[in-house]
């Protein structure tokens, strides 16, 4: 089965900057796009910034600037670098890859088990 395993989370001063990263293992035939997500609580998941298997990236407003996304097809990896951290950066941070196990297979969405980012002083 596929899993995606996150890292890199942590607590960080604002204005800090921390690296996640994400890795795809398992039944893998292809992976489509990657990309990350954000809760916080008491609020609605929402997309943080995604690429795309050619390498076309895209990112909520609130990020463009400060984020930037990557992808390490050779490792299935997923990296999100946040630079210039605001305290409304805090959240749990989810992978989240669309990957085909065979090529008689669906796409499917996966989800890693998220990573906590607080940004605090």
């Known amino acids: 089965q596929v899993q995606l395993v996150e890292s890199g989370g942590g607590l960080v001063q604002p204005g800090g900057s921390l690296r996640l990263s994400c890795a795809a293992s398992g039944r893998i035939f292809r992976i489509n796009a990657m990309g990350w997500y954000r809760q916080a609580p008491g609020k609605q998941r929402e997309l943080v910034a995604a690429?795309?298997?050619?390498?076309?990236?895209n990112y909520a407003d609130s990020v463009k600037g400060r984020f930037t996304i990557s992808r390490d097809n050779a490792k299935n990896t997923v990296y999100l670098q946040m630079n210039s951290l605001k305290p409304e950066d805090t959240a749990v941070y989810y992978c989240?890859?669309?990957?085909?196990?065979?090529?008689?297979?669906?796409?499917?969405?996966?989800w890693g088990q998220g990573t906590q980012v607080t940004v605090s002083s």
């Open positions: 690429v795309t298997s050619g390498g076309s990236t």
């Open positions: 989240n890859a669309q990957i085909k196990r065979s090529a008689y297979a669906y796409w499917d969405d996966y």
